[in-house]
């Protein structure tokens, strides 16, 4: 166990090694408590999170938005699929003082859009942060079986009347999951902080479309001209999900991006093309 203290944000962990990146790196916690670490999401909840708020962390990984918002006072319900990535983050949350934990309720779920269970695949290694229900090109080719909700059903077995912030990092899931939440968001009215990953989704309609068989089939179709086709193709299939998960967001009046600087929502679909994190919300927020 290990003390993190970054700004006035302190909570306990009880791991520390985790592979984030195409290689092992060592570290994570010194990383988030040297500032290196997402300093404008840290900056966001600093800001955002006040005591008593109910915040949903969807794709909690091993902790740090779900311990951050938990030391602000909040009560926490984090969903977690990848079991290596739940384990440590059960470990983590029972690391802290009893108070902090009564604040934090642990589902070993995922969130889809009806609730079935999925395959969960892998980007390097389960318990990295890259896990997702979609098979995409460059995946370790590993997966496992995980159990889901859907959101309406989280909510009601939660006995949630309200909800005042959600953070979502499903990679590349959001695309199915967000247009099925409208309903629900509208009702509640929550701040919206929503990782992007509208390139892994062309990338899962490229490896979906490739055909079926040997590895070298796959390197021969998305070869020369085959490779452009495969691109376009795989483009113009997320296109159409990406209309609708714009289009399930259209109630929120206000769009911002990492930093909370505001966006036009015309230039929502330029801003996707690399990995991003967008924030909804229905009232202004203030940098």
Not at 19 to 40: K, L
Not at 219 to 244: I, P, T
């Amino acid at each position: 166990m290990r003390t993190i203290n970054r700004g006035n944000i302190r909570f306990n962990v009880a791991d520390d090694h985790v592979r984030v990146s195409d290689e092992m790196v060592g570290g994570f916690w010194d990383s988030f408590s040297s500032g290196t670490w997402e300093p404008s999401t840290v900056a966001m909840l600093e800001k955002l999170i006040q005591p008593g708020m109910q915040v949903l962390d969807i794709g909690a990984w091993r902790g740090p938005v779900t311990l951050i918002a938990s030391s602000r006072g909040a009560i926490v319900h984090a969903f977690e699929p990848d079991p290596v990535a739940f384990a440590a983050l059960e470990a983590n949350v029972k690391a802290n003082d009893p108070e902090l934990v009564a604040r934090i309720h642990l589902h070993n779920l995922a969130v889809t859009h009806d609730g079935t269970p999925i395959k969960l695949f892998t980007r390097w290694a389960f318990g990295d942060s890259g896990s997702s229900i979609l098979p995409r090109l460059r995946d370790s080719g590993a997966s496992v079986q995980v159990t889901s909700t859907t959101f309406d059903q989280a909510v009601s077995d939660a006995g949630l009347d309200r909800i005042d912030f959600i953070k979502m990092d499903i990679e590349g899931g959001e695309f199915h999951l967000l247009p099925g939440m409208r309903g629900a968001l509208e009702r509640f009215k929550p701040v919206l902080r929503v990782a992007v990953h509208y390139p892994y989704l062309v990338e899962h309609f490229q490896k979906m479309n490739a055909p079926r068989g040997w590895r070298r089939r796959l390197k021969k179709v998305l070869a020369g001209s085959g490779k452009k086709d495969a691109r376009a193709s795989a483009e113009q299939q997320a296109r159409v999900l990406f209309d609708r998960f714009a289009g399930s967001l259209s109630g929120f009046p206000y769009l911002y991006d990492h930093n909370l600087r505001p966006i036009e929502r015309e230039a929502l679909f330029e801003r996707v093309q690399e990995l991003t994190e967008l924030v909804f919300s229905y009232e202004p927020l203030r940098r």
